[in-house]
């Protein structure tokens, strides 16, 4: 006789028991360490605080650690801790222009005030396996380092802005919106569009950007700059009224300039594309700037036509815990309604059959 | 002024049974159920009232009231809920005398009629079995329920709210430990 | 009552996220089948797997209460199960898989086949509240129909399957009117299921996490599935019997027993099949 099956609830323990034995791997094998994870894997860390919306450098290694390298599984893992703390308020705006920097290029002029800095890039290498990595324990070249530290310098959009010939933003009043704790709703301000890019996935915002540059949406972006380095974090606590510096970030800025043919109301000037996100991320923070141009088309009179100039379209799919999420449900039980497919299907088709009966007999 | 009293004495779970006493009256339109017992509001506070807006009032709802400064401090402190500068734009409105007009209250829009504002308001009694005949959504057949303490001109004005569906305001009653509710689905034919 | 898990608040949410979430729900049970935005939380399980159900059991549960959680109308498949524990670790509340002994029952694609009754509320996960979605992906513009009443998109839809195949083809997530004024999904239950929703004793509550909206339907309000008048709405079910406990009139799973065609079919409700067999049992004895 059929007996239902049962048992899920050890199976499940059994599974992630599994799980934590695959995570430590071969035993012979040291374990990682979180220092190891945060001091040795940078990027990924940064990755998972921009997407975790969470800047704590030990947690996103311990969730990296955790997830076994899994980059959206470790941001999904900061989120869940994230929504369990309080909330203090809202810090007052980065001074990026203050910015300890130690990177800062720009497309756009050849040498400027404070010159362009290269900084720790990937640029410029040649993307040959390195094999000498594969041998532990071998000393690595120092860097040499610069007599003086990069000052602060000005960014060059400002540079543009004070000639009249960049776009001005509306620095806006109060509390900018929380998408952790109100619903999108439509259409979005900037603020929220920005908030969105700069915690959305890599991935998908990287190939919106590029989309642009393809054809859909585009505007003939120029980098302005590129800045990468640690700005002063500042919050005005209610009990005392002025702000206070709370810590230090690290962040990526990117401005990109683009074209503005100009309306009735504005002259023809240049127009910002912002990106900025935590830590060294300059592909995020460029693609971000792309996207945020695309997306203030409908603002700047512009035709609405490519996938993405669409806000609804780009504010809804780009954040990949909401989307791993929803495509990987697909693999719960559905069988319930699979099952009224299957008589749907069942019943459609003996009455086609009846049908072609009945016309064969007539 | 006087010293204040206590709120919840244990904030999550009397919220929570607070909460439930609410939802169980706005899904039942017209039973009463008790809310509040053991809070000590200042005058002219009642438990029920005070217990619907220590559950559901915080600093995200503006908030309108009569209650004076007593009552002003006790819900500042223990909800904190920012005063609404005008009663079109409040999320709550407590009422523990005479009402406002309810077409005074925000209403909502076409397209986010859930905007429209809850009124809690304090009367004299509450009782199931007589006076108002009340049918809608939460009622199988017809909830009586007499209420002592509305002004004149109140049903009136509820069936001109009712003609808004779905924009509307909903209606928390109460009475000491009681309240019930009207949310604005609801259609009452006087007794 | 088991001692909640340290370091979190009962039932998971803090409090203003609580609030947050009851006053949307008091919104929601007064403008029937209405779907209200919420500033849904990132919680500790994946969107799509029942974060707006938690939400809204998180935020009217209480201990007081017997919690019952089924997925495809069963207690023990692996989602059920997997929520039912975060229940019990952070609200320590009861839980039972037998209906009639449960307060709150949350669901995912089923409505218990025994009638619920006044002091019991059925919190259904929702994937995709819109039921405009698939003819309308944008939500400023399903808004906008909703706020119209305007509904000719679906119509339409429906008759677009009578036209080509005879009958109306959505077999579930069959669109409802709630109360003669709202469009509702009644999330992805078969639609052997809508008729329970109609004047249904208990309340029903609808929260989609990762869309962020929450909707209800009152004790006692008018539940219709869209149909023609001559084409009438036909709720769907295996035409088999229930190989365990014999039942014609439950919802019925279909089981692959071999690779030669081999199949039966079972209850997908396991507690009203369960009752029943030990009812067999016991009147056997």
Redesign the interface.
Known sequence: M?V??????R??SAAHAWLDETRRGDPAVPELTVAQVEQQMPLAVDRVMAEGSCHDRFLAALAIKQAKGDLIEAA?LL??Y???L?RFGASAPLETGAMRLRRRISATYKDLPGGQVLGPTFDYTHRLLDFALAAEGTERATAPEADAPVPAVPRVTELLAREGLMQREDPGDGEPGDL????????AARDVRLQNLARGDEGFVLALGYSTQRGYGGNHPFVGEIRVGHVAVEFTPPELGFPIEIGEIAVTECQMVNQFKGSRTEPPQFTRGYGLVFGHGERRAMAMALVDRALRSAELGEDVTAPAQDQ?FVL?HSDN??A??????LK??????F??????LR??RA?LVRESLREAAE | MTALTPGFADPVLDAQAAFRAVLEAMSRPGRVQRAGAGLAPPAPLMPAAAAVLLALADSGTPLVHDGGEDADAWLRFHAGAPVSPTLAEAAFVLATGAPPALSALGTGTEEEPERGATLVVQVASLAEGDGWRLIGPGIEREHRLAVEGLPPGFVQAWTANRALFPRGVDVVLCAGEHLAALPRGITIAEG | MNAPLEGYNFAYLDEATKRMLRRTILKAVAIPGHQIPFGAREMPLPYGWGTGGIQVTAAILGPADTLKVIDQGADDTTNAISIRRFFTRVAGVATTERTAEATIIQTRHRIPEAPLRENQVLVYQVPQPEPLSKLEPRRAETKRLHALADYGLMHVRLYEDIARLGHIAKAYDYPVMVGGRYLMSPSPIPAFDNPKMHRMAALQLFGAGREKRIYAIPPYTDVRSLDFEDHPFRPIRAPQDCALCGSRESYLDEVITDDRGGRLFVCSDTDYCGERVAARGAAAC
């Open positions: 059929y239902a099956v049962k048992g899920g609830e199976a499940i999904f989120r869940a994230r929504t369990t309080p952790t704790r109100e619903p999108l709703a439509f259409p609804e809804y815990i909401e791993t999420g929803f495509v990987e449900h719960l039980p559905h069988y319930v309604d099952q009224s497919e299957l008589e749907n019943t459609i009455a």
